[in-house]
Nanobody, 116 residues
Framework: QVQLVESGGGLVQAGGSLKLSCVASGSIVSINVMGWYRQAPGKQRELVAY???????TYTRSVKDRFTISRDNAKNTVYLQMNSLKPEDTAVYYC??????????WGQGTQVTVSS
């Protein structure tokens, strides 16, 4: 099983930028689709974006044109570049395969806080 560790979160003002990283303990070349998810307090976890092994990307409507997902299979890493951040982007961000398996373990994630 692949273990994923997220990092890169922090506190930024509205309009700022952050780049998140997701490093796998093992190879991700066999995983066709990798995704970034987020969960705000009191809300359900939602898909933010995903990327296929071929490099095709898909974004949820609320982040389209602001966020960019990418992957580097040689480094076993998935990235999420976040620009023009808004307070509603505040959440804990997680990385996992898409769609996640029912028995997947969700890690600690990385906190992103956007102030007004």
């Amino acid at each position: 099983q692949v273990q994923l560790v997220e990092s890169g979160g922090g506190l930024v003002q509205a309009g700022g930028s952050l780049k998140l990283s997701c490093v796998a303990s093992g190879s991700i070349v066999s995983i066709n689709v990798m995704g970034w998810y987020r969960q705000a307090p009191g809300k359900q976890r939602e898909l933010v974006a995903y990327i296929t092994s071929r490099g095709d990307t898909t974004y949820t409507r609320s982040v389209k044109d602001r966020f960019t997902i990418s992957r580097d299979n040689a480094k076993n890493t998935v990235y999420l570049q976040m620009n023009s951040l808004k307070p509603e982007d505040t959440a804990v961000y997680y990385c996992n395969r898409y769609p996640p398996w029912s028995d997947d373990y969700w890690g600690q994630g990385t906190q992103v806080t956007v102030s007004s």
